[in-house]
């Protein structure tokens, strides 16, 4: 028995816009919420979760309504084209509102924020490794630190002079400077070394031309200007609160919309693939969907969108490209996928593979129709704490993974210094290259050792990107994130097929919504909790350790899970490879 990839793949075209959408806005709405309307983290993840919160009741509901809904169409298409379109035209508009709050924050520049001198995060401060120095300077202060090494007051009349004009003028994204941690044991003082570029293009100290060689260097715009303008931007917020309320209102019409098909789509595949293959199938979707997330991760290296210089860009023309994607995907799924035909195709292969299964096991039922299981059947008790074992090992490892795509696109920017988009797509390239190796390991040891796997793998991914900062060299970034794209991949892959394998024939989309329900649930959380986190202790430096410890918690839950495994059957070709363990 082989799986029709073509079928899959068309299927998977549903998936592959759902990707291409939270892809886009787990990178730009936090950078809308925190850089046009100044939020800080903790309000910016409250904002952030709102789609989880939808999600917990809606995909369920929506799961649900799908199994019952009886159409020419099919169960699930009608759900997924409706609400596709409903998530496009909102996401489009989506754009308006963040234009009409981004006009108000530019409407001023630098020159406003140094006269009105706003206080800003220090970011050499961190309440573990580093507390002795202050907290938060002002923007003079913070600036004459940068450029002179002392605060303000203690510069000349000429020093402030030069200061100001070159706060105003001069500073750009480009603006990079070196800070020497202090230690009183060692005798070595905190101390800023401004940095230049010379003719050659080597960085040198603007004071003495010295190497930098392997101190910090961390962006001098972002920590100067961004901040203060996000400041600002809070001001605005304040004295325009309609827009912020527009904002959340179209904002909520997209998540919606988005809520209402997502369980039909993902609960599609089992919908026209056997039991035996669906964890081929479920290989071939999640492939589909990561092929989304890179098409719109090369869209924001064309559009630039992670760089410094281009926080305060204007996205409309990204997000319009986004939808375009997205439409053009879901032209190819309506004309081309046969739900109900297919469906009708996998009942009648089921119906005959359950019979040769009963009979291998000789307890065939004089009643050909007692033998078939009912929607309304309870779970036995070992099955059902598996289950929720299951569930909670999904709702951990989401609590840690969605703090990193929650918050990572401004981490990026003002921790590291470093193109999100870059970072994100070698994960993403390494999941869809890790899917065959991933393929190879399950069908040998089955479903529950492979997450494991995974587990452990995005474990040391999070736990070693701790040690990260802006003068890391960059491949050491992309090897832990290839490394975590791997363990995602792995993670994925076996799942999702581990809860639909403990539902009963008529209920595939309410178990669904179960697996959606967990993963939403931690996503509720993790985004409102790690921002808090971050605003208590100071600094961003809190987000991989928060998410290390969670997704560490999830390999302990998943240890005790009984059922959903898959007796393992070696794949007969590459393709095969893709979807891990089969079930039996």
């Given at each position: 028995m082989k799986l029709n990839y073509k079928r899959t793949l068309l299927v998977g075209f549903a998936f592959f816009l759902i990707s291409a959408f939270w892809q886009a806005y787990d990178t730009i709405i936090p950078l809308m919420l925190t850089n046009r309307f100044g939020l800080d983290q903790t309000w910016s993840g409250v904002i952030m979760s709102l789609d989880n919160i939808l999600a917990l009741f809606m995909l369920p509901l929506f799961g649900a309504l799908s199994d019952k809904k009886d159409t020419r169409f099919g169960k699930r298409t009608p759900f997924i084209v409706i609400g596709a379109v409903a998530a496009i035209v909102c996401f489009v508009g989506l754009t308006f509102a963040d234009n009409a709050q981004l006009n108000k924050v530019m409407a001023s520049g630098a020159d406003t924020y140094w006269e009105q001198n706003y206080e800003v995060e220090n970011r050499e401060y961190n309440s573990i490794t580093n507390n002795g120095v202050e907290q938060k300077y002002t923007v003079r202060d913070y600036a004459a630190k940068v450029k002179y090494n002392k605060l303000y007051d203690e510069l000349t009349a000429n020093e402030k002079t030069e200061l100001e004009a070159w706060y105003k003028d001069n500073l750009d994204a480009n603006t990079t400077y070196v800070y020497t941690k202090p230690d009183k044991d060692k005798g070595i003082e905190e101390s800023y070394k401004l940095v230049t570029v010379d003719a050659e293009g080597n960085k040198v100290f603007a004071d003495s031309g010295d190497a930098i060689g392997k101190a910090l260097t961390t962006n001098a715009y972002s920590s100067l200007v961004s901040d203060a303008r996000a400041q600002f931007a809070k001001t605005v917020t304040a004295t325009n609160w309609w827009v912020l309320l527009i904002f959340i209102v179209v904002l909520l019409m997209v998540l919606i919309s988005m809520a209402t098909f997502r369980s039909p789509a993902v609960a599609l595949m089992p919908d026209v693939t056997v039991k035996p293959l669906r964890s081929k199938g479920n290989?071939?979707?999640?492939?589909?969907?990561?092929?989304?997330?890179?098409?719109?991760?090369?869209?924001?290296?064309?559009?630039?969108?992670?760089?410094?210089?281009?926080?305060?860009?204007?996205?409309?023309?990204?997000?319009?490209?986004?939808?375009?994607?997205?439409?053009?995907?879901?032209?190819?799924?309506?004309?081309?996928?046969?739900?109900?035909?297919?469906?009708?195709?996998?009942?009648?292969?089921?119906?005959?593979?359950?019979?040769?299964?009963?009979?291998?096991?000789?307890?065939?039922?004089?009643?050909?129709?007692?033998?078939k299981p009912k929607a309304k059947d309870k779970l036995p008790k070992d099955k059902l704490v598996s289950l929720i074992l299951i569930l909670a090992s999904v709702a951990l490892w989401f609590t840690g993974y969605n703090a990193i795509t929650s918050k990572y696109s401004v981490y990026s920017l003002n921790v590291l210094n470093k193109s999100y988009n870059t970072t994100l797509l070698i994960a993403q390239a390494a999941a869809v290259i890790s899917y065959i190796p991933v393929g190879i390991i399950a069908s040998k040891i089955g479903r529950k050792k492979s997450i494991l796997i995974g587990v452990g793998l995005l474990t040391v991914a999070f736990g070693g990107a701790i040690f990260i900062n802006a003068s890391t060299p960059g491949w050491i970034m992309y090897i832990l994130f290839a490394l975590a794209g791997i363990a995602w991949a792995t993670i994925n892959v076996n799942s999702f097929p581990m809860v639909v394998e403990l539902s009963k024939g008529g209920n595939v989309g309410q178990y669904t919504g179960y697996y959606y329900t967990a993963s939403m649930a931690a996503q509720v959380i993790t985004p409102i909790l790690s921002g808090a986190l971050m605003d208590a202790f100071g600094s961003m430096s809190v987000l991989f350790p928060y998410a290390s410890i969670f997704v560490a918690m999830s390999f302990v839950t998943m240890l005790f899970v009984k059922h959903g495994d898959s007796k393992p059957e070696a794949p007969k070709d590459k393709m095969e490879m893709l979807a891990g363990a089969d079930d039996d």
């Amino acid at each position: 028995m082989k799986l029709n990839y073509k079928r899959t793949l068309l299927v998977g075209f549903a998936f592959f816009l759902i990707s291409a959408f939270w892809q886009a806005y787990d990178t730009i709405i936090p950078l809308m919420l925190t850089n046009r309307f100044g939020l800080d983290q903790t309000w910016s993840g409250v904002i952030m979760s709102l789609d989880n919160i939808l999600a917990l009741f809606m995909l369920p509901l929506f799961g649900a309504l799908s199994d019952k809904k009886d159409t020419r169409f099919g169960k699930r298409t009608p759900f997924i084209v409706i609400g596709a379109v409903a998530a496009i035209v909102c996401f489009v508009g989506l754009t308006f509102a963040d234009n009409a709050q981004l006009n108000k924050v530019m409407a001023s520049g630098a020159d406003t924020y140094w006269e009105q001198n706003y206080e800003v995060e220090n970011r050499e401060y961190n309440s573990i490794t580093n507390n002795g120095v202050e907290q938060k300077y002002t923007v003079r202060d913070y600036a004459a630190k940068v450029k002179y090494n002392k605060l303000y007051d203690e510069l000349t009349a000429n020093e402030k002079t030069e200061l100001e004009a070159w706060y105003k003028d001069n500073l750009d994204a480009n603006t990079t400077y070196v800070y020497t941690k202090p230690d009183k044991d060692k005798g070595i003082e905190e101390s800023y070394k401004l940095v230049t570029v010379d003719a050659e293009g080597n960085k040198v100290f603007a004071d003495s031309g010295d190497a930098i060689g392997k101190a910090l260097t961390t962006n001098a715009y972002s920590s100067l200007v961004s901040d203060a303008r996000a400041q600002f931007a809070k001001t605005v917020t304040a004295t325009n609160w309609w827009v912020l309320l527009i904002f959340i209102v179209v904002l909520l019409m997209v998540l919606i919309s988005m809520a209402t098909f997502r369980s039909p789509a993902v609960a599609l595949m089992p919908d026209v693939t056997v039991k035996p293959l669906r964890s081929k199938g479920n290989a071939i979707i999640n492939l589909m969907g990561t092929a989304g997330g890179i098409l719109v991760l090369l869209l924001g290296m064309i559009f630039d969108t992670s760089a410094v210089k281009n926080q305060m860009m204007s996205y409309t023309w990204f997000v319009f490209a986004v939808c375009g994607i997205m439409l053009a995907a879901l032209i190819v799924f309506i004309f081309t996928v046969k739900e109900k035909k297919w469906n009708a195709e996998m009942l009648e292969a089921q119906a005959i593979l359950d019979e040769e299964e009963n009979a291998k096991e000789q307890d065939v039922s004089t009643d050909a129709e007692a033998d078939k299981p009912k929607a309304k059947d309870k779970l036995p008790k070992d099955k059902l704490v598996s289950l929720i074992l299951i569930l909670a090992s999904v709702a951990l490892w989401f609590t840690g993974y969605n703090a990193i795509t929650s918050k990572y696109s401004v981490y990026s920017l003002n921790v590291l210094n470093k193109s999100y988009n870059t970072t994100l797509l070698i994960a993403q390239a390494a999941a869809v290259i890790s899917y065959i190796p991933v393929g190879i390991i399950a069908s040998k040891i089955g479903r529950k050792k492979s997450i494991l796997i995974g587990v452990g793998l995005l474990t040391v991914a999070f736990g070693g990107a701790i040690f990260i900062n802006a003068s890391t060299p960059g491949w050491i970034m992309y090897i832990l994130f290839a490394l975590a794209g791997i363990a995602w991949a792995t993670i994925n892959v076996n799942s999702f097929p581990m809860v639909v394998e403990l539902s009963k024939g008529g209920n595939v989309g309410q178990y669904t919504g179960y697996y959606y329900t967990a993963s939403m649930a931690a996503q509720v959380i993790t985004p409102i909790l790690s921002g808090a986190l971050m605003d208590a202790f100071g600094s961003m430096s809190v987000l991989f350790p928060y998410a290390s410890i969670f997704v560490a918690m999830s390999f302990v839950t998943m240890l005790f899970v009984k059922h959903g495994d898959s007796k393992p059957e070696a794949p007969k070709d590459k393709m095969e490879m893709l979807a891990g363990a089969d079930d039996d």
